[in-house]
């Protein structure tokens, strides 16, 4: 029987370790186990492994030559490369497009909380951009769609321009970005780039809030924003603070796919 190790301090992997339990696993420190977990994402910093005191090289070197399985998500290139020089097996579970789909459904709820909590008008009614047409992207404009917004997508791929339209969104190329961003209530953005610059922020009404749920540096030049007063909420980590126990079980259920 495989024996488990679950790194990580956030609800998530504390209901992880719940439910391997309930189920007739075991549960046990780092040395005797043959499977070890790690949080979403790894590492915040590329420092240390998310939530832990020990290092993401500290954790390498431990695995190393052990035959221990390693499973996480959301792991950075550089710890990749890491870890196959060190012949270590691992999973990225955010490489599985199964994993990644629902875990936007979780993002996509606790976004919506987010605009509820930091505006004082209903979604009903009001315009909604999300930029990015992926993965949460779509989970996102169905459900803001069920609230009665107004909801603009912007995409690059006419495939996915066309999809918008057929799914009864306005679809927005980026180069008509600067043209729309003005009008709108709220503004979803799911792009890890930069894309509400200097230039689109000065667009933007002060009325406006900004949702920012791209990973590290996130789509929105903050500095600026701050100091102009926008209404910015970067918003990280959704799954583990509005849905802990879904989003393990979710983990969960991918992690008994790969064994």
Same mark, same amino acid.
């Given at each position: 029987?495989?024996?488990?190790?679950?790194?990580?301090?956030? &609800?998530?992997? !504390?209901?992880?370790?719940?439910?391997?339990?309930?189920?007739?696993?075991?549960?046990?420190?780092?040395?005797?186990?043959?499977?070890?977990?790690?949080?979403?994402?790894?590492?915040?910093?590329?420092?240390?492994?998310?939530?832990?005191?020990?290092?993401?090289?500290? @954790?390498?070197?431990?695995?190393?030559?052990?035959?221990?399985?390693?499973?996480?998500?959301?792991?950075?290139?550089?710890?990749?490369?890491?870890?196959?020089?060190?012949?270590?097996?691992?999973?990225?579970?955010?490489?599985?497009?199964?994993?990644?789909?629902?875990?936007?459904?979780?993002?996509?709820?606790?976004?919506?909380?987010?605009?509820?909590?930091?505006?004082?008008?209903? @979604?009903?009614?009001?315009?909604?951009?999300?930029?990015?047409?992926?993965?949460?992207?779509?989970? *996102?404009?169905?459900? @803001?769609?069920?609230?009665?917004?107004?909801?603009?997508?912007?995409?690059?791929?006419?495939?996915?321009?066309? &999809?918008?339209?057929?799914?009864?969104?306005?679809?927005?190329?980026?180069?008509? &970005?600067?043209?729309?961003?003005?009008?709108?209530?709220?503004?979803?953005?799911?792009?890890?780039?930069?894309?509400?610059?200097? !230039?689109?922020?000065?667009?933007?009404?002060?009325?406006? @809030?900004?949702?920012?749920?791209?990973?590290?540096?996130?789509?929105?030049?903050?500095?600026?924003?701050? /100091?102009?007063?926008?209404?910015?909420?970067?918003?990280?980590? *959704?799954?583990?603070?509005?849905?802990?126990?879904?989003?393990?079980?979710?983990? !969960?259920? /991918?992690?008994?796919?790969?064994?």
């Amino acid at each position: 029987m495989n024996k488990y190790c679950i790194y990580g301090t956030d &609800l998530r992997s !504390k209901y992880l370790r719940k439910i391997f339990k309930e189920e007739g696993n075991e549960i046990v420190d780092f040395e005797h186990a043959n499977i070890v977990i790690a949080p979403i994402p790894f590492s915040k910093d590329g420092v240390k492994v998310n939530g832990e005191i020990i290092t993401c090289i500290e @954790l390498i070197e431990n695995l190393k030559d052990t035959k221990k399985i390693l499973i996480s998500g959301a792991i950075s290139n550089d710890i990749k490369e890491n870890l196959k020089e060190s012949n270590i097996i691992y999973y990225d579970l955010m490489e599985n497009d199964s994993m990644a789909i629902y875990n936007a459904i979780p993002t996509s709820e606790g976004a919506i909380a987010v605009a509820i909590g930091n505006t004082e008008f209903t @979604l009903h009614g009001s315009n909604v951009l999300i930029l990015g047409y992926g993965r949460i992207g779509k989970v *996102l404009a169905k459900m @803001l769609m069920g609230f009665g917004a107004n909801v603009y997508c912007e995409a690059r791929k006419e495939k996915d321009l066309a &999809l918008i339209s057929a799914m009864g969104y306005k679809a927005i190329k980026l180069e008509e &970005l600067d043209e729309v961003i003005g009008n709108m209530n709220i503004i979803f953005n799911t792009i890890p780039e930069m894309v509400i610059d200097k !230039k689109r922020l000065d667009l933007v009404s002060k009325d406006t @809030l900004i949702v920012d749920l791209a990973s590290s540096p996130g789509g929105v030049d903050f500095k600026y924003a701050k /100091e102009t007063e926008k209404n910015v909420e970067w918003s990280l980590a *959704l799954p583990a603070k509005v849905a802990p126990y879904t989003a393990a079980m979710y983990i !969960k259920n /991918e992690i008994d796919n790969i064994i």
